[in-house]
């Protein structure tokens, strides 16, 4: 349960799209930055309890990805309830990938249309690193990706 909103978008045009059609001052606002930027230059970050971060975190490279972890883990120090969803699961990606592609040079490259491919294992290694203890959730069966992705829950380690 939250009783508000604060999204950040990189895109100009997402967030455009937000604040017309979402945007409630001041329990739903819409913000147009980065992750890092955003997370190193928030004024009250003890005002946030829970983050969501959906679909975005593969795209992010592995230094931006551990240093926004390890700010929010420091900055954010009321947050108990991080959840990193839609993450692609390298151990799946087989059943993503038809046999006759070769994916080896797109599975470690946050620029690639699925981002970095992670096991379970790997993103935990991260999660510990900068302090957090992981829990994964597996997609509902009904979900288009469930095959091949899943979810991390981040609590403080």
């Not at 003890?46 to 975005?56: N, P």
């Not at 959840?83 to 490259?109: M, Q, R, T």
């Not at 620029?111 to 690193?129: Q, V």
């Not at 992981?134 to 288009?144: L, Q, V, Y």
Request: proline share 5%; aromatic share 14%.
């Amino acid at each position: 349960f939250c009783t508000g909103v604060l999204g950040v978008d990189h895109s100009q045009y997402l967030i455009s799209i937000a604040k017309k059609n979402f945007e409630q001052k001041p329990d739903y606002i819409f913000v147009e930055s980065d992750m890092l930027t955003y997370v190193r230059s928030e004024n009250e970050p003890h005002r946030f309890t829970k983050v969501l971060c959906y679909g975005a975190f593969q795209y992010l490279p592995h230094d931006i990805a551990k240093t926004i972890l390890t700010l929010i883990n420091q900055r954010f120090a009321h947050v108990s309830f991080f959840l990193i969803g839609n993450l692609p699961d390298k151990e799946k990606i087989d059943a993503f990938y038809p046999p006759e592609i070769d994916y080896s040079n797109l599975v470690n490259d946050h620029s690639s249309p699925l981002g970095i491919w992670r096991t379970k294992n790997e993103f935990d290694e991260l999660a510990k690193e900068t302090g957090w203890e992981t829990e994964f959730r597996i997609m509902p069966d009904d979900f288009c990706a469930a095959h091949y992705r899943y979810d991390a829950i981040l609590r403080r380690g």
